[in-house]
């Protein structure tokens, strides 16, 4: 059964930084690209960033672009969020996302984790 | 910067068919831009529907269904349930390895 569990969100200070994971489980971790989206409170979902399955390829949304690097530890079966420079409007529940193939141009997405939570106070 | 357009609400009777779109504010949509649907509700992670434009995900019901109607993705529920009342999202593939979503439809069985 594929899982994915997202840790490390919680409460940082405007300017500040954090580091996500998310641990997967039950599928060939590096055979799939995976996904990184966000959801403000009472707002849309929000496309954050991709990575390809051998993590060579990234890529981000304009909003978290030069903030936000997303990287992978495939013998860990682990993907990472690195935030910095955070702001009032990154605070969002945070999910990851697999793809269904090893490119960030594969159908998104049929798993996703159950999401944490990033609260950016001012 | 192109945005991709969804019907902010809908309304659907029980028992009776509804489609969603998913479309652009400049051009039209195609299979090239993989097209997916998710289904959430309030506190709870997204769930796939349908991925490359009209594949089921694992578990989902006949009843939902996706296509290319009319240059926009579609999304079609026939056989409306109560528990289909949830907000629903599209997100297309904009090249590039950019992904953008829709602003999400909110759906109400009654």
């Known amino acids: 059964e594929v899982q994915l569990l997202e840790s490390g969100g919680g409460l940082v200070q405007s300017g500040g930084s954090l580091r996500l994971s998310c641990a997967a489980s039950g599928f060939r971790f590096s055979s799939y690209g995976m996904t990184w989206v966000r959801q403000a409170p009472g707002k849309g979902l929000e496309w954050v960033s991709c990575?390809?399955?051998?993590?060579?390829?990234?890529f981000y949304a304009d909003s978290v672009k030069g903030r936000f690097t997303i990287s992978r530890d495939n013998s860990k079966n682990t993907l990472y969020l690195q935030m910095n420079g955070l702001r009032g409007e990154d605070t969002a529940v945070y999910y990851c996302a697999m793809h269904e193939g090893q490119y960030t141009h594969s159908p998104m997405a049929q798993h996703w984790g159950q999401g944490c939570l990033v609260t950016v106070s001012s | 910067q192109t945005v991709v357009t969804q019907e902010p609400s809908f309304s659907v009777s029980p028992g009776g068919t509804v489609t969603l779109t998913c479309g652009l504010s400049s051009g039209s949509v195609s299979t090239s831009y993989s097209p997916s649907w998710y289904q959430q509700t309030p506190g709870q992670a997204p769930r796939t529907l349908i991925y490359?434009?009209?594949t089921r995900s694992s578990g989902v019901p006949d009843r939902f269904s996706g296509s290319i109607l009319a240059n926009k993705a579609a999304l079609t529920i026939t056989g409306a349930q109560a528990d289909d009342e949830s907000d629903y999202y599209c997100?297309?593939?904009?090249?590039?390895?950019?992904?953008?979503f829709g602003g999400g439809t909110k759906l109400t069985v009654l």
């Open positions: 490359s434009t009209n």
């Open positions: 997100v297309l593939y904009m090249g590039s390895g950019i992904w953008v």
């Open positions: 990575i390809s399955g051998s993590g060579g390829s990234t």
